[in-house]
């Protein structure tokens, strides 16, 4: 994991001012999209921030991932280039992230009906998401960089992540836990039984969408050295 971080630290380092163009934007306008969507009542409002929040994730994911890969190969790209090819790769990311969420439609519908008896099906759809999400971390490394279908991508996926899981994993936990301070920070009411105000909620959801930017970097690199792998042992059975 010391070359990930190594490798991770080095790029941002090398590429901060672009960075900070093709992050600050998008996080921020997602963000308030987010935030505004919260504000609409019930299942409605729910269904609103879930999709925002997915929007979000696959256009950063797909503008990321194409400017990333462009730099790390010393391929001539610029930050109007990575935007465009988020743009153009969103619908078919929007669309794994769609399929990889299912197993948590149950929680959007719960609301108040949340209960002791369906908190064991609820728990359950919650350890179906995360096992696919984490065998599913590349797909949407392989959508853009070998333009793989979505199911394509899924399945490939699945075998690209074998004997990387547990790096995901740390990823996926060091991300979580800097959320979490954050929301500490920035979104938990100081006084109990006070409602966040909207500027907390909007600055916390544009940190978190930074969280992700830095997030896809690192598990770039951890799937170029599965893809490295798993190509040279194609070629070994080839020959």
Do not use: C
Request: hydrophobic share 55%; no cysteine; aromatic share 16%.
């Amino acid at each position: 994991m010391k070359d990930i971080f190594q490798k991770s630290f080095t790029f941002i380092s090398e590429n901060i001012s672009d960075l900070v163009q093709l992050v600050l934007p998008p996080a921020l306008i997602f963000a308030a999209l987010i935030t505004l969507s919260s504000m609409l009542p019930g299942t409605a409002g729910a269904l609103m921030v879930f999709f925002a929040e997915v929007l979000a994730n696959a256009f950063i994911s797909a503008s990321l991932i194409r400017y990333i890969s462009a730099r790390s190969y010393n391929q001539p790209t610029s930050v109007q280039q990575a935007l465009l090819a988020g743009v153009a790769y969103t619908p078919a990311i929007l669309l794994l992230y769609l399929l990889l969420s299912i197993p948590l439609m149950p929680w959007l519908f719960a609301g108040e009906q949340f209960s002791s008896q369906n908190a064991f099906a609820l728990s359950f759809s919650t350890f179906i998401f995360f096992y696919i999400a984490i065998k599913a971390t590349f797909a949407d490394y392989l959508i853009v960089l070998d333009g793989k279908s979505t199911l394509g991508a899924i399945a490939t996926s699945f075998r690209y992540t074998t004997g990387y899981v547990h790096k995901i994993v740390i990823v996926m936990m060091l991300s979580f836990i800097v959320s979490g301070f954050f929301q500490i920070m920035f979104f938990q009411p100081l006084e109990p039984g006070v409602s966040p105000d909207k500027a907390s909620e909007f600055i916390t959801k544009a940190i978190e969408l930074i969280i992700n930017f830095v997030t896809t970097i690192l598990i770039f690199y951890i799937f170029t050295d599965s893809y490295l792998e798993n190509q040279k042992a194609h070629l070994s059975k080839v020959k």
